[in-house]
């Protein structure tokens, strides 16, 4: 008969039921705990029926999520929460540095930030941070690889369909959820995505257990190739932090096993840093702080279709009618007429929408005057004010508009 001190470490009992508790290693090697329901009597069988005196009692699941000052027994509840590994300890941490200031660039002060957070104040809600880049080899699974080895068992790498799974229990009580090599197009994953990101509490459903509702701190990290198309993300969001990786300028084939040295030295500068005003944002950055050219390439991209044709139709309109005219008046209706006078897809209400909520197009005031398109004829209403600027590059506006050539001139 096994040594009855394995009981200890080995079972569980919640509430009513017993589990054994299982430790497997992943591909990163970090031991990740696994809560296996298991029969009162199968532990009596192996370990003697006075055993089950000395299985470890709890009245229900909990997480609570606390880097510095872990306790797995909390309030007579199961913490769920797994201890953290490593102790900061003043020291260099250059290669750390040197793939952080590439991952965040210009954004750099936020990103750190953003894993300070993460760290000592991992019940925080945090936005979505999202790693994009069409090239290979550009910094994004080594981050993804680092963040694993730094926070263990408190982080799970998944794939979108993951997501939406019925059976939560493989992300429901982590506390960073990696999505790796994302594009994700159905509406249900995205919207689930976005949920999850200011979710406070969550029921969790697995195999064989009945469901429970725990506190909920997961924070969520994508990793994708595709550019500007990984998912759709609303033009007032406020939930994304986009960063596009190029490839590094300098090379270290070893600099996930250097970085993973440097991790308690890291924290350690992560304690010295100014601690963050929560006050400003619920996910603790502003909307101002997130902004930067790839998230507004995204949004952009994220616009329904019939945004993007106007957008295409407008623009080829200033290059070939009046090319020298900054501003041209339409409304609605003279839109619909010229442009799907004939597409019964294209309904009046919708057109609306999409030019005061997509467009963002500012309306007159009052009754004027007009030529809808340039047109002759005048009518009288409240036109859109549609602008050149808000369709070409600044560069673009600036080249002078060609003369047209003198009859003489010309090749024909």
Same mark, same amino acid.
């Given at each position: 008969?096994?040594?009855?001190?394995?009981?200890?470490?080995?079972?569980?009992?919640?509430?009513?039921?017993?589990?054994? $508790?299982?430790?497997?290693?992943?591909?990163?090697?970090?031991?990740?705990?696994?809560?296996?329901?298991?029969?009162?009597?199968?532990?009596?069988?192996?370990?003697?029926?006075?055993?089950? /005196?000395? $299985?470890?009692?709890?009245?229900?699941?909990?997480?609570?999520?606390?880097?510095?000052?872990? %306790?797995?027994?909390?309030?007579?509840? =199961?913490?769920? /929460?797994?201890?953290?590994?490593?102790?900061? +300890?003043?020291?260099?941490?250059?290669?750390?540095?040197?793939?952080?200031?590439?991952?965040?660039?210009?954004?750099?002060?936020?990103?750190? !930030?953003?894993?300070? +957070?993460?760290?000592?104040?991992?019940?925080?809600?945090?936005?979505?941070?999202?790693?994009?880049?069409?090239?290979?080899?550009?910094?994004?699974?080594?981050?993804?690889?680092?963040?694993?080895?730094?926070?263990?068992?408190?982080? $799970?790498?998944?794939?979108?369909?993951?997501?939406? #799974?019925?059976?939560?229990?493989? /992300?429901?009580?982590?506390?960073?959820?990696?999505?790796?090599?994302?594009?994700?197009?159905?509406?249900?994953?995205?919207?689930?995505? !976005? &949920?999850?990101?200011?979710?406070?509490?969550?029921?969790?459903?697995? %195999?064989?257990?009945?469901?429970?509702?725990?506190?909920?701190?997961?924070?969520?990290?994508?990793? #994708?190739?595709?550019?500007?198309?990984?998912?759709?993300?609303?033009?007032?969001?406020?939930?994304?932090?986009?960063? !596009?990786?190029?490839?590094?300028?300098?090379?270290?084939?070893?600099?996930?096993?250097?970085?993973?040295?440097?991790?308690?030295?890291?924290?350690?500068?992560?304690?010295?840093?100014?601690?963050?005003?929560?006050?400003?944002?619920?996910? +603790? =950055?502003?909307?101002?702080?997130?902004?930067?050219?790839?998230?507004?390439?995204?949004?952009?991209?994220?616009?329904?279709?019939?945004?993007?044709?106007?957008?295409?139709?407008?623009?080829?309109?200033?290059?070939?009618?009046?090319?020298?005219?900054?501003?041209?008046? &339409?409304?609605?209706?003279?839109?619909?007429?010229?442009?799907?006078?004939?597409?019964?897809? *294209?309904?009046?209400?919708?057109?609306?929408? $999409?030019?005061?909520?997509?467009?963002?197009?500012?309306?007159?005031?009052?009754?004027?005057?007009?030529?809808?398109?340039? *047109?002759?004829?005048?009518?009288?209403?409240?036109? /859109?004010?549609?602008?050149?600027?808000?369709?070409?590059?600044?560069?673009?506006?600036?080249?002078?508009?060609?003369?047209?050539?003198?009859?003489?001139?010309?090749? =024909?």
């Amino acid at each position: 008969m096994s040594d009855l001190k394995d009981v200890k470490e080995k079972f569980i009992r919640v509430g009513c039921d017993y589990f054994k $508790v299982i430790k497997k290693p992943d591909r990163y090697n970090i031991l990740r705990t696994e809560l296996k329901k298991w029969k009162k009597d199968e532990i009596a069988q192996d370990y003697g029926r006075n055993s089950l /005196y000395d $299985v470890p009692q709890f009245d229900d699941f909990v997480i609570v999520p606390d880097n510095k000052d872990y %306790k797995r027994n909390f309030n007579g509840c =199961f913490n769920l /929460y797994n201890p953290f590994s490593f102790k900061p +300890v003043s020291g260099k941490w250059e290669w750390t540095e040197i793939l952080l200031q590439h991952i965040f660039g210009e954004q750099y002060e936020i990103g750190l !930030k953003y894993l300070q +957070v993460l760290y000592l104040f991992p019940m925080q809600a945090l936005p979505v941070l999202a790693l994009v880049s069409k090239e290979r080899q550009t910094g994004k699974s080594t981050f993804m690889d680092w963040l694993t080895t730094l926070f263990g068992q408190n982080m $799970v790498i998944l794939d979108a369909k993951n997501i939406q #799974s019925e059976f939560n229990g493989v /992300y429901a009580t982590a506390n960073i959820i990696g999505i790796e090599e994302t594009f994700i197009d159905k509406n249900a994953t995205i919207e689930k995505i !976005k &949920a999850i990101s200011t979710q406070k509490t969550m029921t969790v459903n697995m %195999k064989m257990i009945q469901h429970f509702s725990i506190p909920f701190f997961g924070k969520i990290i994508m990793n #994708s190739n595709n550019e500007d198309k990984f998912i759709k993300i609303d033009q007032k969001e406020i939930r994304f932090l986009v960063r !596009k990786l190029e490839i590094p300028k300098i090379s270290n084939h070893n600099i996930l096993m250097d970085m993973v040295e440097e991790i308690p030295a890291f924290l350690y500068h992560l304690t010295t840093l100014p601690i963050p005003d929560f006050t400003q944002s619920r996910m +603790v =950055f502003t909307a101002e702080e997130l902004s930067n050219n790839t998230l507004s390439k995204v949004k952009e991209k994220s616009k329904n279709w019939l945004y993007q044709e106007l957008k295409e139709l407008f623009k080829d309109f200033f290059e070939n009618n009046h090319p020298g005219d900054q501003i041209m008046l &339409a409304s609605p209706i003279d839109i619909k007429t010229k442009y799907f006078g004939h597409n019964n897809q *294209v309904q009046l209400s919708y057109l609306k929408q $999409v030019l005061k909520d997509d467009f963002e197009f500012n309306k007159s005031k009052k009754i004027i005057r007009y030529n809808p398109f340039y *047109v002759d004829s005048q009518k009288t209403g409240t036109p /859109y004010e549609i602008l050149k600027k808000d369709f070409f590059t600044p560069e673009i506006l600036d080249v002078p508009i060609a003369e047209p050539a003198e009859e003489e001139d010309l090749p =024909f």
